[in-house]
């Protein structure tokens, strides 16, 4: 992944997971998505730098997921209507194929926590 803007800062929640490693599962560290959207982010965020705005932290398990593939209806601004739940299913492989869900960490940014 390409550094998009040298030396810049991103905060990320203070009690997400650190960074794996290249290649290694996915823990929902968020790096990736806080650094820079991917193609299916950069298209609902409407920008190929910073933070992905469907990145959605789950406090309950600590760790951030991609709300397309968690909750497509929020994200897409679908809301409780009959057909979203149906169409956010039908949608989900896609999605996850787009984001490549299951292939491992593919962000090589290096990250500095500071610790309080």
Same mark, same amino acid.
């Given at each position: 992944?390409?550094?998009?803007?040298?030396?810049?800062?991103?905060?990320?929640?203070?009690?997400?997971?650190?960074?794996?490693?290249?290649? *290694?599962?996915?823990?929902?560290?968020? =790096?990736?998505? =806080?650094?820079?959207?991917?193609?299916? @982010?950069?298209?609902?965020?409407?920008?190929?730098? @910073?933070?992905? %705005?469907?990145?959605?932290?789950?406090?309950?398990?600590? %760790?951030? =997921?991609?709300? *397309?593939? $968690?909750?497509?209806? *929020?994200?897409? @601004?679908?809301? $409780?209507?009959?057909?979203?739940?149906?169409?956010?299913?039908?949608?989900?492989?896609?999605? *996850?194929?787009?984001?490549?869900?299951?292939?491992?960490?593919?962000?090589?940014?290096? =990250?500095?926590?500071?610790?309080?």
């Amino acid at each position: 992944m390409a550094d998009p803007q040298p030396g810049a800062v991103r905060w990320i929640h203070p009690d997400a997971p650190a960074k794996p490693a290249p290649g *290694a599962p996915c823990n929902g560290c968020g =790096v990736c998505c =806080v650094w820079q959207p991917c193609p299916l @982010g950069v298209v609902l965020s409407r920008r190929r730098r @910073g933070a992905c %705005r469907a990145l959605r932290w789950l406090h309950a398990e600590g %760790r951030y =997921v991609c709300g *397309a593939l $968690h909750d497509p209806a *929020a994200v897409f @601004g679908w809301g $409780h209507r009959p057909w979203a739940r149906m169409l956010s299913r039908a949608l989900r492989p896609a999605i *996850a194929r787009w984001i490549a869900a299951g292939r491992g960490c593919d962000c090589d940014v290096e =990250v500095d926590r500071l610790d309080a």
